[in-house]
């Protein structure tokens, strides 16, 4: 049976702002959606797959098939036909391998006048076969490790910030003539639960299913509009759980009180405490380890780790028994 690794993460405490270059008006706006009937900010998913993919860049000599360019604002490519992924079971770049790609070609048009199918002969009123439209092709591998959306731990309680650009700060403010540009920036003081998956069996080098778990372990900042604001998306407390279950089974499973602050996950420990998640596949790490709630998975056979990179370590040694 396949080897499965889940997690729930929770970020630490900060001030999330302009994570995106959507405006409303002259207000720079949070992603946002309803959650359990509340408005929660939110950070998607591919805004954590791109800070990790810069993560990745450095944890192979070969570096990571995508990277950024910031002189150019593009990413660059080191092998855009993806030829490692043929039949020959040729070398891969890292990132290809955990977070997968997709690559679409249009087809040519060959059929003379770019109609294709069937068309009118003019006589009968009948139709004669035509020939046949040319397909596209793709090249596509599916993510190996997937990552959901993150959600506020808090409901978004509409804070927005006033702000003036200095005369002359940018090229866009100097067009406004000598008097400051004011705008405004929506803010929320948060932390983000978010979670990921993925079999290790799957990728090409399955060792780098270890260095996914690190790397999500010591993970920076995500998102932001250029350096408006820097927000630790490092983990302050997770879950994780090394199974030959398929199901995660603890997606979302945090939940903050918002008088304390403290951490909850009643759902969770319900679920095993019925035995749907056993114990003794879970890790509980970070400050989450030290709550009473941590303490009731312990008797379920959880193991309680402080430490998010011992934790990591812990379930890569998990991973490879």
Request: with cysteine.
């Amino acid at each position: 049976m396949s080897i499965h690794v889940f997690g729930a993460v929770v970020t630490h405490h900060g001030t999330a702002a302009n994570n995106r270059a959507e405006t409303d008006g002259n207000i720079t706006t949070l992603q946002k959606l309803l959650w359990f009937g509340r408005v929660h900010s939110s950070v998607s998913a591919e805004a954590v797959r791109f800070a990790l993919r810069r993560r990745l860049a450095e944890a192979e000599e070969a570096g990571t098939n995508r990277k950024w360019d910031e002189s150019v604002g593009a990413n660059v490519w080191a092998d855009p036909t993806f030829a490692g992924w043929g039949g020959g079971g040729g070398a891969t770049y890292i990132d290809d391998d955990l977070l997968g790609f997709m690559s679409a070609e249009a087809a040519k048009d060959e059929a003379g006048d770019g109609s294709g199918g069937d068309k009118d002969d003019g006589d009968d009123g009948g139709k004669k076969k035509g020939p046949k439209k040319p397909k596209g092709t793709a090249k596509v591998r599916r993510a190996v490790l997937e990552i959901t959306r993150a959600i506020s731990l808090t409901p978004f309680g509409g804070d927005v910030t006033f702000n003036a650009a200095s005369p002359g700060a940018t090229p866009s403010a100097s067009k406004k003539g000598v008097n400051p540009v004011p705008y405004g920036t929506e803010v929320h003081a948060t932390r983000y639960q978010y979670g990921f998956a993925m079999t290790p069996g799957r990728l090409r080098v399955p060792a780098r299913a270890e260095t996914a778990v690190r790397e999500l372990c010591a993970l920076g900042e995500v998102a932001g509009n250029h350096g408006r604001f820097l927000y630790d998306f490092s983990p302050e407390s997770a879950i994780f759980r090394v199974t030959h279950d398929p199901a995660p089974r603890l997606l979302y499973a945090f939940r903050e009180d918002e008088r304390s602050r403290e951490l909850s996950a009643e759902d969770f420990i319900r679920r095993v405490a019925a035995g749907d998640v056993p114990g003794e596949e879970l890790i509980v790490a970070g400050g989450f380890a030290h709550t009473d709630a941590a303490k009731t998975l312990r008797e379920h056979g959880a193991t309680l780790e402080p430490g998010v990179r011992k934790a990591a370590e812990l379930v890569c040694e998990m991973m490879g028994a």
